[in-house]
């Protein structure tokens, strides 16, 4: 068992209907790991297709862990920054219109900036106008 | 202007139709920084569904580190590990259960499977069969 692996719990989480933390576990830890690689696949490959160069780590990996720092310090909700954070439509819009151009689909940029929109909401950064405008933009 | 933003090309690259270079690398930027931040939220809340704990970044953060270590040191295509590298359907299925049964939506997970698809694909470690299966699972 790695060591990052929790005690099994005494009794099931309520809000758990099946108790598989196994398949929990495992998921969210391949989440962390290789779901994180895809994100930088996908920044990679817009980063290429708008000619800005190979879709090499290097330009990406300092961004990832300065953000990862920032979020060990100050919690995921503090650590959010971009568009969705800011409550900035305008910007959020030209990033989809990006991935298009970009040939790319749009469904990660989707589902990763309807997590930020949570971030930023736990955080009280967001107004209710504001949350409005950008769940507009994205479902 | 950051570090990290590339000189100015000197024409559109073809591929791109309407150049929007800032709009490419502050959406790429964005991913490999909040879109990070936004995947490992995804990973505390199934962890904390799950009834692991509390949706603490503190197990997850040492799994991206290393993950990053690794793709800096291979490559994304050969970093990347999980059931869809590994072409393992089954456990990909109890992937999407454990979501399922934590009352989290699935279109994150699936978005960045797919991602991990494609980068599984590059490397050459999926037969078309396992490709096949995999994808029958994802959309």
Redesign the interface.
């Known amino acids: 068992m790695p060591t ?1 692996a ?1 005690a099994r ?1 005494a009794s ?2 309520s ?7 196994a ?22 490959a ?2 290429s ?5 190979n879709a090499s ?1 290097q ?10 720092d920032t ?2 310090a100050r ?2 909700p503090g ?7 800011r409550g900035d439509t305008g ?1 959020l819009a ?2 989809l ?3 298009h ?3 790319l689909p749009d ?7 309807l ?2 929109l ?2 930023a909401e736990t955080a009280g950064r967001l107004d209710a106008a504001q949350t409005s405008a950008l769940r507009a933009l994205l479902v």
């Open positions: 990052w929790p719990p099931p989480a809000s758990f209907s099946g108790w598989k933390p398949a929990a576990y495992h998921a969210a830890a391949n989440l962390a790991a290789s779901g994180v690689l895809a994100v930088l696949a996908e920044a990679g817009l980063w297709a708008a000619g800005l160069g780590l330009p990406l990996l300092p961004l990832t862990r300065g953000a990862l979020a060990a919690g995921l650590a959010v920054s971009g568009p969705v954070a910007v030209r990033h219109d990006a991935m151009a970009a040939g469904d990660l940029l989707r589902a990763l900036a997590r930020q949570a971030l």
